[in-house]
Structure formats: structure tokens, C-alpha cells
């Protein structure tokens, strides 16, 4: 029997009302989701201290490096999907999944020193980075290290508002290179945001978009302007079934395109003031 019209929309409105409903943050998950951030950090300390190629793109094979670099002097931004293994196998995420994803682009004619500066002027956020961010603040700052909120804004097919808090740290590798990791600490997804009905979900149960958002950068003035890469590793609800259609468009491209739009804003404003 093929499927009536009536049947395939009584088949989304099921999706729909199970996208909706609370999926809760397991600790197992958080255990592997930490294993997997451990591991990652641990190659990172190696490109940091000289052990390895600091930039991804360094690490490439020669021709593959060399049409990277072709790509980004002509202005794109090289985008590629990364994974840590544990040697040889996978980190398994249990009730979870983890979207691991590198980018890089070329700001010509730019210093390391005023792209820095371009990243810790939080307060300008909502400007550089709309509509992503709708609101940023400093809640705290020891030397070069900073305790950030940010209220985030995502639509693509569901919409997502989230109070998160990160703790960032600036490392100075050099003179050239800086090495910037953005951990999220807490993050609390917003239910009718700017109603008087808004409230906040509990945390780790709610819909499972995005339980966990840590961002690496790492920076490298050269040839007559700066590197910048970013590393963003996400952790989500894993998918059943009833739920692939309305909310796999939202978590598996979510973080490729989200890294893309950042790179590509934070160049509109460092080269034309935008």
C-alpha cells in the first residue's frame, strides 16, 4: 500500500513532537564525549610544542597542502571533517555523536595582533558574529584567561536559543602563532526566548542539539597576513529512527556551516569593518 498524503504528514508530525521532547545527557555519554576531548587535546600539546606541524593544513601531504593554500589565497575557506581515534579504534559516544570538524581561512593584509584583538572583544560579538550571537559578556578574567557567556541562535529547519558559558584561554606559542581553546562549561537551551514565557531547560535534558561546543583556534601571521583555523568538536544526541528527518539536517550540517559563517564574519570585519 503506498503511503497517503495524510499518512506522510501524520509521519512528521510524529517527528516533529519527538524532536521536541526532552532527551537526556547520560553520564556515560559525558565520559566518552571527555575521552574523546582528552585525546584531541593531546595532539594539540604536540602541534603547540613543536612536535608536530602547528597548523592542519601543514600536516597535509605536499600536493594536497599546496592546493589548500591555493584555495584560501583565492579566498575560500577550507573546511574538512576531522576524528580521533583511541589507536586504532573509534571512540564510541553511547546515546550521543560527535561532530569534529576543522576550518581554516587566509586574512590577508592582517596581523596576528589585530585579529587577537578582534577575537576578545566579546562585547562586540553580537555585531561581528549576528545572528549567531544575541548577546556576549565577560563574566570574568585572570590574566589571559576568560569565563565567557554567550546567548546563541541557530534556525535550520528546528530553531535552538541556548545560554552557554565557556572558559577561553589565550596561549602565546612564539611570536607569530597563538593557540586560543574554547570550552563550553554550561549550556542551557532557551524556550521562548524574548516572551515573557522564556525559560531555560534543565541542563543535559532537553533536546539534545548541543550538549557541548568546544572550539580550538590556532592562529599564524605569515607571507603578509594570518592563518586562521579553527577546530570545533560538538556533541549531540545520537539519532533513532523517528527522528532522523526533522533533526539530522540540524545536527550533522549545523556545525560545518557554523564554522564557516564564523571564519568567514570574522574576515568581513577585520578587512572591511562590517
Wanted: overall charge negative; glycine content about 6%; hydrophobic content about 40%.
Amino acid at each position: 500500500m503506498r503511503p497517503t498524503a495524510s499518512t506522510a504528514i501524520g509521519g512528521m508530525a510524529l517527528a516533529v513532537s519527538a524532536a521536541a521532547a526532552a532527551a537526556e545527557l547520560k553520564p556515560q555519554t559525558v565520559r566518552a564525549f571527555d575521552r574523546y576531548v582528552q585525546l584531541t587535546e593531546e595532539r594539540m600539546r604536540a602541534e603547540i610544542d613543536g612536535e608536530a606541524p602547528f597548523l592542519w593544513i601543514d600536516r597535509l601531504a605536499d600536493a594536497d597542502r599546496d592546493e589548500a593554500l591555493a584555495r584560501l589565497r583565492s579566498g575560500e575557506v577550507v573546511v574538512e571533517r576531522l576524528e580521533t581515534r583511541d589507536g586504532r579504534d573509534e571512540v564510541d559516544i553511547p546515546s550521543g555523536m560527535v561532530h569534529h570538524w576543522v576550518g581554516t581561512i587566509l586574512l590577508s593584509g592582517v596581523t596576528l595582533d589585530r585579529t587577537i584583538a578582534m577575537v576578545r572583544d566579546y562585547d562586540r560579538y553580537p555585531r561581528i558574529y549576528a545572528p549567531d550571537v544575541l548577546a556576549s559578556e565577560i563574566r570574568a578574567r585572570e590574566d589571559n584567561r576568560f569565563d565567557v557567556y554567550l546567548r546563541l541562535y541557530t534556525k535550520k529547519v528546528l530553531t535552538w536559543v541556548a545560554d552557554t558559558e565557556h572558559q577561553v584561554e589565550y596561549v602565546a606559542v612564539g611570536d607569530t602563532r597563538m593557540h586560543v581553546p574554547s570550552r563550553s562549561t554550561r549550556i542551557l537551551e532557551i524556550e521562548h526566548p524574548d516572551t515573557p514565557e522564556e525559560r531555560a531547560k534543565p541542563e543535559g535534558n532537553d533536546r539534545g542539539l548541543a550538549w557541548r561546543l568546544n572550539n580550538y583556534c590556532s592562529f599564524e601571521e605569515r607571507g603578509g597576513g594570518t592563518l586562521m583555523q579553527c577546530e570545533s568538536i560538538t556533541l549531540t544526541r545520537g539519532l533513532p529512527f523517528l527522528l532522523g528527518v526533522v533533526v539530522r539536517p540540524f545536527v550533522t550540517s549545523v556545525p560545518r556551516e557554523k564554522l564557516t559563517v564564523t571564519l568567514e564574519a570574522a574576515r568581513r570585519h577585520l578587512t572591511t569593518g562590517s
